[in-house]
């Protein structure tokens, strides 16, 4: 088979083999890292702090939902949130250590170990860590039953909606060793009709869940407000016309003024103006204290 339609103008040149075979060094920004398998690569044990909870991560939108949901509880007052962040370099590999890999099969960051309870327990994807933080401390979810379930819709929606936001549009707008237009198209126009679906529902509601702030909009803030502020995927946000979606902007600069919010997205952060990055936090004076921390990149990177 032959990929391309020369009676729509589109390019051919791929012949799709039978049976796909591993190319390792296919240019794109991720050679060194991505393979086709799973599992450890190398033996390296986890580091572990004094607090109840470990966290190894990195400030990606994934991550950075996991470090605002930690330092909302911690404003709220629950001193049993507090937690140490270490730094797993997804550039670097970090990611497929044994102890890593242990605590997530799926070697991907965000990832939890609570050791508060009698047996400590793991948690991996996000979703699933904020959902187990909002029932631990039971906070950041609605009571009530009606808007308990938005937040939950919301919550999924954003994680089924993520991949085509990072590994579709950022992905071919960003990071692969060619252009084509018809990814990017593609892409776009999905994460665009994702910007319309947040704008006409907040057109109506303060809060993806109604009045209230929750994890709901801990997961969506992340990755459609790094989208639409350029933060993430260079220019994605000018390219998205992201301004135009007022309903979703008025939502996203009132969150984005929220003082844990503020914390959240500086913890493992290693990308951006120094002064906004936190490499690791042991300590809440440690935003005081360990800012401006070497920078070992500034190109906005996340896959
Ligand atoms: N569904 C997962 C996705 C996690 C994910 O994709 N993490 C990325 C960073 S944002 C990662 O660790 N990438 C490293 C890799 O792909 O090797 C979640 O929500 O936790």
């Known amino acids: ?40 690569r190398f033996d390296r044990a986890l580091p572990v702090g004094e607090h109840p909870l470990q966290l190894y991560s990195m400030g990606t939108p994934n991550g950075v939902k996991v470090t605002i ?10 001193s049993d949130a507090e937690y140490d962040a270490w ?19 799926n070697a991907k960051i965000p990832a939890l170990l609570d050791r508060s309870t009698s047996e400590p327990i793991r948690v991996f994807e996000s979703g699933s ?3 187990y933080l909002s029932r631990k401390f039971d906070a950041f979810l609605p009571k009530d039953h009606k808007a ?3 937040a939950l819709n919301w919550l999924f929606w954003q994680v089924g909606a993520a991949p085509f936001v990072g590994g579709g549009f950022g992905h071919f707008f960003s990071y692969a060793p060619i252009h084509i237009k018809y990814a990017i198209d593609r892409y776009a126009m999905e994460v665009k009709r994702q ?14 869940a109604g009045d209230d702030y929750s994890i709901a909009d801990m997961a969506v803030w992340p990755w459609y407000g790094a989208v639409s502020q350029n933060d993430i995927y260079g220019t994605s946000g000018t390219f998205l016309s992201a301004d135009s979606y007022p309903h979703f902007q008025r939502w996203r600069a009132d969150i984005a003024e929220r003082p844990a919010v503020k914390r959240g997205r500086m913890v493992n952060r290693i990308i ?32």
């Open 1 to 40: 088979m032959t990929v391309g339609d020369p009676s729509q103008n589109l390019p051919a040149g791929y012949e799709v083999p039978r049976v796909w075979s591993w190319e390792a060094g296919n240019g794109g920004q991720f050679q060194h890292i991505n393979r086709p398998t799973a599992g450890a």
């Open 69 to 78: 949901m930690l330092e909302e509880l911690l404003a709220l007052g629950h």
């Open 129 to 131: 860590i904020l959902l």
């Open 87 to 105: 730094l797993v370099n997804i550039f670097d590999g970090d990611q497929f250590g044994s102890g890593f890999v242990d605590l997530n099969p």
């Open 272 to 303: 951006g103006k120094h002064s906004e990055q936190l490499r690791e936090r042991h300590h809440a004076s440690d935003f005081d204290n360990h800012t401006h921390d070497d920078a070992s990149s500034d190109s906005g990177l996340v896959p």
């Open 148 to 150: 308990n379930t938005e």
């Open 195 to 208: 910007f319309d679906v947040l704008d006409r529902h907040l057109v109506h509601h303060r809060y993806l």
